[in-house]
T-cell receptor, first 109, second 116 residues
Framework: EDKVVQSPLSLVVHEGDTVTLNCSYE??????LLWYKQEKKAPTFLFML????IEKKSGRLSSILDKKELFSILNITATQTGDSAVYLC?????????FGQGTRLTINP | DTGVSQDPRHKITKRGQNVTFRCDPI?????LYWYRQTLGQGPEFLTY????????KSRLLSDRFSAERPKGSFSTLEIQRTEQGDSAMYLC??????????????FGSGTQLSVL
């Protein structure tokens, strides 16, 4: 059974801190790993990673994939209160996307 | 708005009633997915369609659940004889599958179901 595990499940930091969110996966016929941000309703797409060692970057967010260790991280630098959300990691095999439980990130001013 | 649309946004029903949700995907997308999400959990896969064909259903999906995508465009998810355990957010997502690895799912805002 395909499986995605995220850690930590919850994280509270102060504005300006840097955070690292972790995602490990076991997926048959791995195709890609995706990160989403969910604030209220619809998860919104952040990154898709298919190759090991290539960092994807968007502003203060970055992510990297390790296909040997079956692991991905999402980094957020200089956090802002608007970064407070649930961050979802998902892995795609041949067919469907399998999600982890999410990491609830809270940024305190 | 050219994103994924779901209707209704909220549904309150009594146990034992039937409910139906609708999803309109992004127009050129050939794949449509249904997920269920409960509080504190990630989205859980229910089923997906490629065009009008239903290609996979989760083993967790009981026979009270049925989904259709009759013309390969919008989809409906019906739950018969609802139970309190069906209370959840039902998310629809769509994507364009081209045979490469670059499939990204775009989600609708979901239908929040409360079964009393």
């Amino acid at each position: 059974e395909d499986k995605v595990v995220q850690s930590p499940l919850s994280l509270v930091v102060h504005e300006g801190d840097t955070v690292t969110l972790n995602c490990s996966y076991e997926v048959t016929n791995f195709r890609s790993l995706l990160w989403y941000k969910q604030e209220k309703k619809a998860p919104t797409f952040l990154f898709m990673l298919t190759s090991s060692g290539i960092e994807k970057k968007s502003g203060r967010l970055s992510s990297i994939l390790d296909k040997k260790e079956l692991f991905s991280i999402l980094n957020i630098t200089a956090t802002q209160t608007g970064d407070s959300a649930v961050y979802l990691c998902a892995s795609k095999g041949a067919q469907k996307l399998v999600f982890g439980q999410g990491t609830r990130l809270t940024i305190n001013p | 708005d050219t994103g994924v649309s779901q209707d209704p946004r909220h549904k309150i029903t009594k146990r034992g009633q039937n409910v139906t949700f609708r999803c309109d995907p992004i127009s050129e997308h050939n794949r449509l997915y249904w997920y269920r999400q409960t509080l504190g959990q990630g989205p859980e896969f229910l089923t997906y369609f490629q065009n009008e064909a239903q290609l996979e259903k989760s083993r967790l999906l009981s026979d009270r659940f049925s989904a259709e995508r009759p013309k390969g465009s919008f989809s409906t998810l019906e739950i018969q004889r609802t139970e309190q355990g069906d209370s959840a957010m039902y998310l629809c997502a769509s994507s364009l599958e081209t045979g490469t690895y670059n499939e990204k799912l775009f989600f609708g805002s979901g239908t929040q179901l409360s079964v009393l």
